[in-house]
């Protein structure tokens, strides 16, 4: 069993849909949670994190965090075209010490206009 | 949000020559960095975490001759793929964390083609 477990689709929605991405995880040391937006042949670019449990709101972007049941989840209100990109979920333990990254596989998402 | 440099974006050798790719956090201070390559349609492969002003320390299966590292200051790593042969052909990715944060930001990335 991997340790962070992402269903890489590919998901298509329509324009305007909200859309819900997904990571389960099996370390509950993990206590960093990132979701990052990747367009192709580009670096990852850094949309959300969270820092234990909890919600977090940035624009039409909400990230939350149930470490109860080691699921986090991404949700895209108001999807655009230009939100169509492969988001990857990452989290990691501690700063000092364990600083590696976590990645789930990515998941593919296309917003149909 | 952070700033890291990657450069450069893309570049073509010759099989048997050096490359050198550089990453840069503009920024802040990055004490620690990393090194990821990805392949097409796969998710990224730490290579080495790169500690300013010591030895960088490399992933199992990563050969650390071939792949030089040196973090020489709080805001500049580099990578440096030696006599580099076809298979080393990739996207090679940075990122520097902030010393406050266990975050990483990532740069642009490098497209390696080795002819």
């Known amino acids: 069993q991997k340790e962070v477990e992402q269903d890489p689709g590919p998901l298509s929605v329509p324009e305007g849909a909200i859309v819900s991405l997904n990571c389960t995880y099996s370390n509950s040391a993990f206590q960093y949670f990132m979701w990052y937006r990747q367009y192709s042949r580009k670096g990852p670019e850094l949309l959300m994190y969270t820092y234990s449990s909890g919600n977090k709101e940035d624009g039409r972007f909400t990230a939350q965090v149930d470490k109860s049941s080691k699921y986090i989840s991404l949700f895209i209100r108001d999807s655009q075209p230009s939100d169509s990109a492969t988001y990857l979920c990452?989290?990691?333990?501690?700063?000092?010490?364990?600083?590696?990254?976590?990645f789930g596989t990515g998941t593919r998402l296309t917003i149909i206009p | 949000g952070a700033v890291v440099s990657q450069h450069p974006s893309w570049v073509i050798c010759k099989s048997g020559t050096s490359v050198k790719i550089e990453c840069r956090s503009l920024d802040f201070q990055a004490t620690t960095m990393f090194w990821y390559r990805q392949f097409p349609k796969q998710s990224l492969m730490l290579m080495a975490t790169s500690n300013e002003g010591s030895k960088a320390t490399y992933e199992q299966g990563v050969e650390k001759d071939k792949f030089l590292i040196n973090h020489a200051s709080l805001t500049l790593s580099t990578l440096t793929v030696t006599s580099a042969h076809p298979e080393d052909s990739s996207f090679y990715i940075c990122s520097a964390k902030r010393d406050t944060q266990n975050i990483q930001y990532f740069g642009a990335g490098t497209r390696l083609s080795v002819l």
């Open positions: 990452a989290m990691s333990a501690v700063n000092f010490g364990n600083e590696k990254l976590t």
